[in-house]
């Protein structure tokens, strides 16, 4: 993986590349989410990569760019996401 001094890399090294967030979830009646077991297609199981990272919003529109703002709204990313650790959240009650 490619390192530098740059702010967009310095963001996306707090992903921990555990592909969770790759995974389809469903949302029950009371706002519940459950993940699947199903992956979004661009997943590599094995390595918990996405195969077309660089071009995924262009082959993929429906994948989501973390932001600050959205790690701290989706109440779809787990808690020991690298990014809501790094934000310091707390799990949701
Ligand atoms: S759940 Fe968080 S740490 Fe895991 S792959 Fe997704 S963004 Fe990265």
Not at 2 to 23: A, Q
Not at 30 to 51: Q, S, W
Request: net charge positive; with cysteine.
């Amino acid at each position: 993986m490619k390192k530098s001094s740059n702010s967009s890399d310095n963001w996306e090294d707090l992903c921990e590349k555990c592909g969770i967030c790759c995974f389809e979830k469903i949302e029950n009646d009371n706002g519940t989410i459950f993940f699947t077991a199903t992956p979004c297609r661009y997943l590599d199981v094995v390595t918990r990569e996405c195969k077309i990272y660089p071009r995924r919003f262009e082959i993929y529109p429906e994948c989501v760019q973390l932001t600050e703002t959205l790690v701290q709204k989706l109440n779809w990313l787990h808690d020991d996401c690298g990014y809501r650790k790094a934000f310091g959240l707390k799990r949701r009650t």
